[in-house]
């Protein structure tokens, strides 16, 4: 089985993050989720999904590709996660609140999907509080959706209140 980091590594070549490989942000991700799938009941499918986030948005990969070499769960973890078609930012984000509201955190794909967008996010406004400022005025416009969305009681309780503190 192909590696899931070598696979979006390969997949995001040439692409970059704050001027840094994009590897670099979905190393910060993966970092994260590592800290809650050890004690999780399926690690791989959180981790690989970490690796694999962006790949259907910024990639030419394809679902029926990360299916063919991930399996099934990953693959809909991650198309899951992809933000729907739209005319615009808001439009998306919109349309994948609508899809995270609709997610139970005890069905394992589902929990991958709300695990790994909170990291994501988690990742990003670090960033974003350390150097992009107008990043940051964007994540806290959004915050209170995000929030109202992605939100789980018992689940990275941690990196929400890290969230919520980072959004004042």
Do not use: I
Request: charged share 35%; net charge neutral.
């Amino acid at each position: 089985m192909t590696d899931p980091r070598t696979f979006a590594a390969r997949a995001h070549e040439g692409q970059t993050y704050n001027d840094e490989p994009y590897t670099v942000h979905l190393a910060e991700v993966a970092s994260l989720v590592r800290e809650v799938a050890d004690g999780d009941s399926e690690p791989f499918l959180l981790v690989a999904t970490a690796w694999l986030h962006d790949v259907l948005e910024d990639t030419e990969a394809t679902e029926a590709g990360l299916r063919d070499t991930f399996g099934h769960a990953v693959a809909a973890a991650v198309s899951l996660l992809s933000d729907p078609e739209g005319h615009n930012r808001r439009e998306r984000k919109e349309k994948l609140h609508r899809r995270l509201r609709s997610l139970h955190d005890r069905l394992p794909v589902e929990r991958a999907v709300l695990v790994v967008k909170v990291a994501d996010r988690l990742a990003n406004v670090r960033r974003a509080a350390k150097d992009r400022p107008d990043l940051l005025r964007m994540y806290r416009r959004e915050h209170e959706a995000f929030r109202a969305a992605a939100y789980r009681r018992r689940l990275c309780d941690a990196w929400w209140t890290e969230l919520d503190a980072l959004m004042k």
